[in-house]
């Protein structure tokens, strides 16, 4: 997978902002390539049902998701890995501190991956 620094710089930031909630959002790019997050209102796990693809501008593609967890854990909970199922090949999970190690990435089933850093 690949996404690019700005984009995981904006997550750290965006986490950090939201901090004690949590944040979630959509990642999507093209040609495979994370480039920007689409927000959207959620409530834990039912975003992903609602999502509509057509209402992405042309040629973007949901490549995974992103969210925030506001106590240091970065391993995926039940309820992440329901969502992961659901869209996407691959999910950031960002945590507390959101520093530049706060952060890893997993595939649908939970398994770590991978991400390489585009500048
Ligand atoms: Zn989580």
């Keep these: 997978m690949e996404i690019k620094r700005e984009l995981l710089e ?3 930031a965006v986490a950090k902002e939201n901090h004690p909630n949590e944040i979630v959002a959509l990642i999507t790019g093209r040609k495979g390539i994370g480039e920007e997050l689409i927000f959207l209102p959620f409530e834990s796990g039912e975003t992903m049902a609602i999502i509509h693809t057509d209402m992405l501008p042309l040629g973007m593609k949901i490549l995974g998701s992103f969210h925030s967890h506001p106590r240091p854990i ?3 909970s039940q309820a ?10 691959f ?3 960002v ?3 959101y520093d530049k190690k706060s952060w890893r990435c997993f ?3 939970g398994n770590e991956i991978e991400v ?3 500048d």
């Design 10 to 12: 904006l997550m750290l």
């Design 74 to 76: 970065l391993e995926p």
């Design 80 to 89: 992440d890995l329901s969502m992961f199922s659901r869209i996407g090949k």
């Design 91 to 93: 999910h950031i999970i």
């Design 95 to 97: 945590a507390y501190p």
């Design 107 to 109: 595939d649908r089933y």
């Design 116 to 118: 390489k850093i585009l």
